[in-house]
């Protein structure tokens, strides 16, 4: 069994705007074989944008993402490598001064990482996320969206094979 998740957060200052987004995911998956897990993450998101003509723009979201990581190196290793995929189901609510609205997001997603094991069970993880979005909006966009996070994940099935 795997429990853990990660935040993330990235914010900017240019000479128009502010911009800022978080996220935090926590996640609970079954190794289905050695190395390979399968599971879903709940996640939470904001984000908001002010221009410096006065526009302000924030939105806030909640949505599950079922996924599947991979390990591939041995798990008794201190450092591993991962390739995670998913897909997550959105809800977002977007309040600015001029409109508020609600749309569904559908966003496959992917994420490479490398993980640090503080113990045998306990693990660090630092990883790139990658996904393609697509919002019913009152039109339809899609776009690509790459950023990188930060994790921590307990490992329930080595507790179970250091007991042995």
């Given at each position: 069994m795997l429990i853990g998740g990660n935040a993330g957060f990235r914010g900017s200052i240019t000479s128009s705007n502010q911009f800022?987004?978080?996220s935090l995911q926590p996640n609970m998956g079954f190794f289905v074989i050695?190395?390979?897990?399968?599971?879903?993450?709940?996640?939470?998101?904001g984000q908001g944008?002010?221009?410096f003509q006065g526009g302000k723009y924030s939105s806030i979201g909640i949505g599950i993402s079922?996924?599947?990581r991979y390990y591939f190196l041995k798990s008794e290793n201190k450092f591993n490598l991962f390739a995670n995929?998913?897909?997550?189901?959105?809800?977002n609510w977007t309040l600015n001064l001029d409109i508020n609205s609600t749309r569904f997001d559908?966003?496959?997603?992917?994420?490479?990482?490398?993980?640090?094991f503080l113990r045998p069970q306990i693990a660090?993880?630092?990883r790139i996320n990658a996904g393609y979005s697509y919002s019913n909006f009152g039109w339809t966009t899609f776009g690509v969206q790459v950023n990188s996070?930060?994790?921590?994940?307990?490992?329930?099935?080595?507790?179970?094979?250091?007991?042995?």
């Open positions: 800022y987004n978080f050695k190395k390979l897990a399968i599971g879903s993450s709940i996640g939470f998101y944008e002010r221009n079922p996924f599947a995929v998913g897909l997550g189901f959105y809800q559908v966003t496959p997603n992917s994420s490479v990482g490398l993980v640090y660090l993880e630092a996070s930060i994790g921590f994940q307990i490992h329930l099935n080595k507790i179970r094979e250091d007991a042995k």
